[in-house]
């Protein structure tokens, strides 16, 4: 092998290294701005899903409307893009509708450990510690409404 294809094979694969790299570089920019547009759509959902609510029809009693705290941001912002909940005024519909399974915290704690029950689409462990078992006594003291 001679000198000058040496060179040219070692230049190929510095060129084809900096291409993967590019490449992988531009597949992570555009999940983080797919994850950043799922997390403020989310966000918008929730507030708009609210103001339809008020502007369509009276919205109904919620089951003993617990007074916001660390459970209702943290519902809000961990699990309302995908999970409808009166009482937080999220309107999610990838998730089931806490309403009207009405879980109880224990199951809602196994869920947010686990990934939800079997489907694959919810992430074990979006939660954890006193976090999660804020939010699962939120979402059994409210769920039902």
Known sequence: ???????SEGTRSAEAWL????????ILALLFGAYQIG???????AESGAEQATDSQPPAEPKGEPAPGPGTDLFVASCGSCHLLQSAGTTGAV???????????????????????????????????EDARQVAAYVASSAGG
């Open 19 to 26: 291409l993967g790299a590019a490449a992988g570089a531009v």
């Open 39 to 45: 997390f403020t759509q989310g966000e918008k959902g």
């Open 95 to 129: 998730g089931p509708d806490l309403d009207s399974l009405a879980p109880a915290a224990d199951q809602v704690l196994s869920a947010i450990e686990n990934g939800g029950a079997g489907s694959g689409q919810m992430a074990p462990n979006l939660l954890s510690g």
């Open 1 to 7: 092998m001679t000198d000058q294809e040496t060179t």
